[in-house]
């Protein structure tokens, strides 16, 4: 599975100077554009009636009698005012590239797609429907889309979720895809992109993570940590419940593991039976982490074993203190589980769907499959960072298609205790 | 084999084609010059069409007739009937509904002369040579008010020539051929304001001899001129015009052209080039495919 390939819907880009609410349609234009002065009329037609361009695909001929070819995309803020222009542009030999409904078949059986649906990137996606552009909601990769034929609301649906009759789209006409600007800003997405590198100046990448989490925060939009148990085994996790305590983290995605070996600290002091005081194995260490799943067992839960007084530190403490929303997925290799653990994964897909819906920046920690996971879920707009010490990690996550990644290749408990201590310093 | 099409090679007798004004007369209103209740004087109308035909006669020109067609008054203006380039006709379709009567007659003529007809795509407007001239070697074309700009990108694509669209901006000239007139290859008249800063633009830039013609006279439709050889004939009432093309080493013939100029057409309006208009520069030069 791959993403950012747009297969073969049409691509546009929103100017800089676009709001997200304007309206765009591209249109394409042929012939001696460039000796007739036709195609800087056009463009100049535009900004004249108020809107904006990007020239997306432009071919000049070699030769006089070659014609020249131009896509271009036409923003303006609302869509009687796209009209106008598109009227305009039409005289002027332009047309439009869309000019067709997206098409839909009902889904022939339950549980699967019909045989050329449309295959969803995590990209922002338009759908053309009764003339105008419509936005598909549930952005996810990897989907397909249904679009409700009465109220004209589209969104992404996981082939799983497919009923018999449903609506959904077929082929690439009538679809388009907005990809997501890369930003031009100095900041750590400006500046970084997502390669990925451990020569990268540590202390300006976590101011970066720092003021990322801070303006998410700010507006009202939430973080989400998706992380492995490594952070525990490297005896990180007072930093990430620092963060939690001090309200930097709203979403928490993990595995059986993370919460485990973090209430086997708070009980025993140990990691898979190593003291994180000492960094030596104890005596019947490696017991720890199943009496831990067998006593929150016993007790009905992790959020019982907070109310209880039984669980008193740690990630999991935190995050139940505070009521964050957590959502642990189960794995085959589990022990236990813990209670809270979703253990069929299609269930724990759909809790972590709606978990993520008002995430806007993801910070994923030293867990490749959760972090993959968690990147087939979001759309391209959230903003990720990967921080771990395996480089591989991170490319992994890329090349899985949630390419708006930055990656950080580093050592988890120096990352976090800095990170804890940029944000509680400047709280 | 083409009857009567230019054939690239040896210069031939410069051949028209006229319709007979018969059932001419202003029975609708599509442009700006038509009012019905002035209407035209027939016997005039008559009188005037037969001084050009018999000028041209003079000038050596073969005149084809198609035969005049009840209810179809504006089959007069044969230059609305295609465009000709080589051996390959596109008709017209005309944008009013009034003049689509039109087509048939002129296909059937083409047809019959051997012309390769071919019909401009879709619901595509184009009115032949009222809007579509070569100049050299480009072919410039009118659009906005009757030709559709894409129509006439399909046609640059069809005859593998660069086609400049001009927008035409002022509904009195609503046909190139009313505010523009090629002489030879290099040269052509023009009215600056029927166009806007784009078309004279692509005018100055490509036209290296372009006379302008003052507001007046272009309102006299002097620009709607023919061209055989090196005489103009054209409406009376343009004296400037006459003297700018005396300067430039062209013999004028000015006629009246007072009836048809209430319908909006003057004397190129009354011709079709049928072996291609003395400015193209497809009939000097080597013959490219098709």
Known sequence: MTHSNNGGASVATRPPSTNAEGVVEEVEVRGHIVDSLLLPKILDRILMLGGSFEILDCKIGSRRVDPSYARIAVHASDEAGLAEILGDLIEHGASPVHTVDARVVAADIAGAFPEDFYSTTNEQTQLRWNGHWIDVHDQEMDCGITVDPVSGHARCIPMTHVRLGMPIVIGYAGVRVLPTERPRETSLFGFMGSSVSSEKPKAVSLRGVAEAIRSTVASGKKVLLVGGPAIVHTGSAEHAARLIREGWIQTLFAGNALATHDIEQAFYGTSLGVSLDLGESTEHGHEHHLRTINRIRRLGGIARAVESGALKSGIMFEAVRKGIDVVLAGSIRDDGPLPEVITDTLVAQDRMRKAIQDVDFALMIATTLHSIATGNLLPARVKVVCVDINPATVTKLSDRGTFQTVGLVTDVEPFLRALAEELGNRT | ?290
């Not at chain 2, 007739?65 to 006709?89: C, E, K, M, S, W």
């Not at chain 2, 013939?253 to 193209?280: H, M, N, Q, Y």
């Open chain 2, 1 to 290: 084999m083409v009857a009567n099409a230019a054939n690239g090679n040896a210069p031939s007798l410069p051949r028209i084609l006229m319709c007979p004004p018969e059932y001419f007369g202003i029975e609708y209103e599509i442009n700006p010059w038509m009012h019905v209740e002035v209407g035209s004087d027939p016997a005039l109308a008559r009188a005037q069409w037969n001084a050009l035909h018999e000028a041209l006669l003079g000038l050596g020109v073969a005149i084809d007739l198609i035969d005049p067609v009840q209810g179809q008054p504006d089959l007069v203006f044969t230059a609305n009937a295609g465009l000709v380039y080589r051996d390959i006709f596109i008709v017209s379709h005309f944008r009013h509904a009034v003049r689509q009567g039109e087509t048939p007659h002129f296909k059937s003529w083409a047809e019959s002369k051997g012309f390769d007809v071919i019909e401009p795509p879709g619901d595509g407007n184009f009115e032949g040579a009222g809007d579509a001239l070569f100049c050299g070697e480009a072919l410039f074309a009118g659009y906005r008010l009757r030709s559709d700009a894409r129509c006439l990108h399909w046609i640059g694509d069809r005859l593998g020539v660069s086609v400049l669209p001009l927008e035409l901006v002022d509904p009195r000239f609503y046909h190139l051929d009313t505010c523009f007139c090629p002489l030879d290859q290099d040269s052509a008249i023009y009215y600056p304001g029927a166009f806007d800063d784009y078309g004279r633009a692509v005018l100055r830039e490509r036209i290296p001899r372009l006379v302008e013609v003052n507001p007046e006279e272009a309102a006299s439709f002097s620009c709607n001129a023919v061209v055989v050889g090196r005489t103009v004939l054209l409406n009376k009432g343009a004296p400037k015009l006459a003297a700018s093309l005396t300067e430039l080493g062209f013999r004028t013939i000015p006629l009246g052209f007072t009836e048809f100029i209430k319908s909006g057409g003057s004397a190129k309006c009354l011709t079709l080039r049928v072996d291609g208009e003395e400015a193209a520069g497809w009939k000097s030069g080597p013959r490219t495919s098709k």
